[in-house]
């Protein structure tokens, strides 16, 4: 498979807005868009450093993914998503090559990438996402 | 401050040499160098994907910070290292703005780069490290 970049880091945060504040105020980086992920029960706000997103990810419901990480963990690092090429043909080489996928197919991620997640027991504990962005095929 | 990319992504794996076959097998990406950073109790891999390192740690002291970050919170993401354009001006302006430092100098990390870190307890749980490649200068 091909990974091009580190697409973004998701970082599991209690409160967007305050650290918005931290990341704009202190770290200089601006937030460039705020969306809400209503599968994955989460806001989002999304920084750009070099060829990398910033998503930091606010839990709306405590028995969602972000709510039960933090409940776990804490707040901090959640997840590592690449850049694929070739998503589909990516999941199926992971999975022969013995990787547990959560997804099977890509699915519409934020900004309307195509996603899948591998499973952090297949992968040293990292939750680790494949990102692709399909440009639409003129009709 | 400016930041200009990611430099490089830690994450705490119980076994280097096995996490480099998942990333190397599976993922596809190369590793070009093992370090071992004796004041940090790491042994380290470097892979490069785009811009940014990724930085495999595996302790070799349990009481170590990676060997008790992993008994606390189990293999994975574990630190996130900015690349910044002065960084002794960076952490006097991350201090002046309430931040802790773990590091208030810079000091010499893995590949030869100026580095200090931020304590999670500020940075909204991420272990944060700057760091600055310093070009020699000719005598």
Redesign the interface.
């Given at each position: 498979?091909?990974?091009?970049?580190?697409e973004h880091?998701g970082?599991?945060?209690?409160d967007l807005d305050?650290?918005i504040g931290?990341y704009e105020?202190?770290?200089?980086?601006s937030c460039y868009a705020i969306e809400e992920v209503k599968d994955q029960k989460v806001r989002t706000a999304f920084f750009k450093?070099?060829?990398?997103k910033i998503e930091l990810l606010e839990s709306m419901d405590p028995e969602g993914p972000v709510g039960k990480f933090i409940t776990k963990?804490?707040?901090?690092?959640?997840?590592?998503a690449?850049?694929v090429k070739g998503i589909e043909q990516a999941l199926t080489?992971?999975e022969d090559?013995?990787?547990r996928l959560i997804d099977h197919k890509p699915r519409k991620g934020a900004e309307g990438l195509d996603i899948a997640f591998l499973h952090?027991k297949s992968?040293?504990?990292?939750?680790t996402e494949f990102c692709e962005l399909k440009t639409l095929k003129k009709e």
């Open positions: 498979m091909e990974l091009t970049h580190i880091i970082i599991a945060v209690k305050k650290a931290y105020k202190v770290l200089g980086v450093v070099g060829q990398t963990k804490g707040e901090g690092l959640h997840h590592l690449f850049a080489e992971a090559k013995g990787v952090p992968t040293f504990g990292v939750l």
